[in-house]
């Protein structure tokens, strides 16, 4: 049972990671960009093409990380803001799941449709926690990485909005995009710069979590639609509230999975986080007056 | 008085279409199956302007009940399709009432949601659905003694089924629900003011979506004598919001359009279905951003320019 | 004046809605009596909309009771109340952008329709019977109005003043006993106006009563029976147009400035 819970947490900080780079954008956008999950995958690919070509994994995951950074500023500037500028918001999640599908695509058309998986970030034997306790927790590194990159994110994230004038600027643009634009703030940067992040976390998330995984085109979907769960189930617009969203929701998974297979552990998360939804619209750090109509 | 030679030649052409193509007939069959799914998508999204991205729970609802009734209990095949649209409907108008009322994104997410809990249902449940390999041995359609066997005979009971479709859609889309409808999409608290209750018209289009894509699954569980989860996947509820999309709401060309590209375009050629999913996301985007009216509304309106040009000539 | 039944179709007591610290409606009571035109004026901000929304359930209240005919209006949904007799238009022109004036004006008599999604869908013969009937109800509205050259116009399309009388029209559709109208005159010009007054006039006499919230003081004075001021959300002032117009606190609050007390002379 403690294994169970600790790999429903690993999950969980990976749906977490993913949550956190929607959650970025919805706050300044109000858009749900689930491409998101589109780019998650596609990191994890190109960080194994780059394990493959001999890049060590740690310097593969900073290429990825700042290649994601700019790929994503790069997709609002050419498609998402354009986009933007002409449509509402319902139009423009189809927008991102017409993106989700054409990544996936190009997904299928460069690295067919076998699984990939990659080499872990540090080599190393796992260790056991607290062996006399039902069993214990084994722990692969490759965990601890995740579990590290998740903290490390989440804390880089918190000073830059909380103790930097550029944060500053960002949480009064997610407050008021009105009054922030008239002040004189430039909202396109604004937009560009959380776009920019919420690259770096698909970055962190597929080439953190492709290692203990396989990954091909198709499981694209299930990871927009986790970080989509995650992200509303905690409250969109809210970090603290994304990463609660994510590991709750891995958890739930991971201990349904122990007793009803892996297929019907999804069928019963989505169950309890849509009735969690009905009873509780806004999500769990969430305010409640914009869900219902 | 002009428009019934328009529909006889019509009737015609889509009565000689598959002595016309030989050979396309099975894409002419899916497209009719996927077009009578859209076409009830539209009354929900095109005409009272809510998503549904869970379309795919009620193709299963149909296709499973079609062939779970006829394997197991083995029930006539007709009485297979009317029990679980009926039950689809059922299902749609509780989830309904409760869904509904959710905004944007959330009711989104919950649709969404519909359509992750359809695909592992049916994979997961392998008891009831056969899991993963799906339910095999499904007959034919049975109408009148006749069995409903071949590709033609699909299509034209497909035919008769997408044209009642239309007919019943447009019908709606020209009388007072239509109308409802049309309130409740551009202001629900304007149109309770005129004693429309939002929250029951919503329900009712999400029914009318639920039966025909219901009707749909069984069809398809009859048309390839099995069902599986990869035709009740995540990855066609998406598809199908995505053929609404781009050939555009409110018509029967937008939707025919749109089935027709997204299901054609992998026969164009062999090397071409690898880029697919690749151009189709592309076209999406692009559709999405600049015709508002999907494929068929940006067409109407180039015909309709090019129609004024030619008349003040 | 108006008949054997002179109780008031409408009365009000005591309504009081707080946002925050601030009350916006604060113990307002009126009554409203049948086919008379009853107008509620006041600065921005002295709650006149927010006391509409009351009435047709929009916002609840913290307190005070509506009886409408008999019902107590506070706890019908805003679906059932054109059933009742009661109809309501807003401060914005709220048509359907993508229907024609005809249907926009059809969709005010909707209550009194019975089919819908199988009867509409199949086309059955008391479905095409309504259609035909609703069409000729709102083609009688249009030529009411004077406006039936627009009756194949999209709402999207309609100038906005037509658009506004339009409304006006929609509900009269639905021939209410009441109407609640907020600011129908904001956006029209004079003649329009001129014309409005009369419409507003003629629907009264014919036997609707008419709650009007409106900006323009002289349009007002001259077409109503009674005027209910409000100021802060509180009663200030209620009665007939002259008195209202007499009343020192209303001079001194509202008419107060020039220009208003230049067209209450």
């Not at chain 2, 959330?106 to 994979?123: E, H, K, N, P």
């Amino acid at each position: 049972m403690p294994q169970v819970v600790f790999g429903g947490l690993i999950d969980g900080c990976v749906y977490a990671l993913v949550a956190v780079g929607m959650s970025l954008v919805y706050s300044i956008t109000r858009v749900i960009n689930l491409a998101q999950g589109g780019f998650v995958v596609l990191a994890a690919l190109v960080t194994v093409a780059l394990q493959q070509a001999g890049v060590p994994p740690l310097l593969a995951l900073v290429v990825v990380l700042v290649g994601f950074a700019g790929l994503l500023a790069g997709v609002d500037r050419t498609v998402l803001r354009p986009a933007a500028r002409r449509i509402g918001n319902q139009r423009m999640l189809l927008v991102t799941v017409g993106l989700l599908q054409a990544i996936s695509g190009l997904l299928l058309v460069v690295w067919g449709n076998l699984p990939y998986t990659g080499r872990p970030f540090t080599a190393g034997p796992p260790w056991t926690v607290a062996p006399g306790f039902l069993g214990g927790v084994t722990v692969q590194p490759q965990q601890v990485w995740i579990v590290a990159l998740l903290l490390l994110a989440v804390l880089a994230l918190t000073v830059l909005l909380r103790h930097t004038d550029l944060g500053l600027t960002m949480r009064a643009t997610a407050s008021r995009p009105d009054a922030a634009r008239l002040v004189g703030v430039d909202t396109d940067r604004i937009r560009l710069i959380a776009f920019g992040l919420s690259g770096a976390m698909a970055a962190l998330a597929g080439a953190a979590v492709v290692p203990i995984t396989f990954l091909q085109f198709d499981t694209t979907t299930s990871y927009a639609v986790s970080g989509f769960v995650a992200a509303v189930l905690g409250g969109l617009g809210s970090i603290g509230g994304a990463v609660l969203g994510g590991l709750l929701l891995g958890v739930v998974e991971g201990v349904f999975s122990r007793y009803t297979g892996s297929s019907l552990a999804q069928v019963a998360a989505i169950v309890l986080l849509i009735g969690l939804l009905l009873v509780r619209p806004a999500g769990l750090l969430g305010r409640a007056e914009e869900v219902r109509r | 008085m002009n428009a019934s030679p328009r529909v006889l030649v019509l009737a015609v052409v889509l009565l000689a279409l598959p002595w016309l193509t030989p050979g396309w007939t099975e894409l002419l069959v899916i497209v009719e199956i996927f077009l009578l799914v859209v076409l009830g998508l539209d009354v929900l999204t095109g005409q009272a302007g809510q998503i549904s991205l869970g379309q795919t729970l009620f193709l299963a609802i149909g296709g499973y009940g079609a062939g779970l009734l006829t394997v197991r209990a083995g029930w006539p095949t007709w009485l297979a399709v009317v029990v679980p649209a009926l039950v689809a409907a059922a299902v749609a108008a509780v989830l309904g009432r409760a869904f509904l009322r959710l905004r944007g994104y959330y009711l989104a997410l919950a649709t969404l949601g519909l359509a992750v809990v359809t695909q592992a249902g049916a994979t997961g449940l392998t008891a009831v659905t056969g899991g993963p390999s799906g339910l095999v041995g499904v007959p034919s359609l049975s109408l009148f003694g006749l069995t409903v066997f071949s590709d033609r005979a699909n299509y034209y009971v497909l035919l008769v089924l997408c044209a009642l479709a239309a007919w019943f859609t447009a019908n709606l889309r020209r009388g007072q629900t239509g109308r409802a409808l049309a309130a409740v999409e551009h202001d629900p608290q304007a149109a309770a003011m005129l004693g429309i209750d939002p929250a029951r018209y919503r329900t009712g289009a999400f029914v009318v979506a639920a039966v025909a894509a219901s009707v749909a699954g069984s069809l398809y569980a009859y048309y390839l004598r099995f069902i599986s989860p990869d035709l009740v996947s995540v990855t066609v509820a998406l598809s199908i919001v995505i053929m609404l999309a781009l050939g555009g709401v409110r018509t029967v060309v937008g939707p025919l359009l749109g089935v027709a590209l997204l299901q054609g375009l992998p026969l164009v050629g062999q090397s071409f279905a690898l880029w697919q999913p690749l151009v189709a996301g592309l076209v999406l985007v692009l559709v999405l951003t600049y015709l508002p009216g999907g494929l068929w509304g940006g067409l109407r309106g180039l015909l309709g320019r090019a129609g004024e040009r030619a008349g003040v000539r | 004046m108006t008949g054997p039944d002179d109780r008031p179709v409408l009365t009000a007591i005591g309504l009081t809605r707080r946002f925050g610290g601030v009350t916006a409606v604060d113990g307002v009571g009126f009554t409203v009596a049948p086919a008379s035109i009853r107008a509620v004026i006041g600065p921005n901000g002295a709650g006149k909309t927010t006391l509409l929304d009351l009435i047709t359930g929009f916002t609840r209240p913290d307190a005070g009771t509506v009886d409408f005919l008999g019902h107590d209006v506070l706890k019908l949904p805003p679906h059932r109340l054109p059933a009742i007799g009661l109809m309501r238009t807003f401060q914005s022109a709220r048509l359907v952008p993508r229907l024609t004036a005809r249907e926009n004006v059809m969709l005010g008599a909707h209550h009194l329709t019975r089919s819908r999604f199988l009867a509409d869908g199949l086309r059955l013969p008391r479905a095409r019977r309504e259609q035909r009937a609703l069409a000729e109800r709102a083609d009688a509205v249009l030529d009411f109005l004077d406006l039936r050259r627009y009756a194949d116009t999209a709402g999207a399309d309609l100038p906005t003043g037509v658009a506004r009388l339009l409304e006006v029209g929609r509900a009269l559709a639905g021939a209410p006993t009441l109407l609640l109208l907020d600011e129908p005159a904001a956006g029209l010009d004079g003649t329009e106006t001129r014309e409005l007054a009369g419409v507003l006039r003629g629907v009264a006499a014919a036997g609707t009563a008419i709650v009007l919230i409106e900006h323009d003081v002289e349009l007002v004075m001259s077409i109503s029976d009674e005027v209910l001021v409000l100021d802060a959300g509180a009663v200030l002032a209620d009665g007939p147009p002259a008195e209202v117009r007499a009343d020192p606190a209303v001079l001194a609050a509202y008419l107060g400035s020039a220009a208003p007390a230049e067209e209450a002379r």
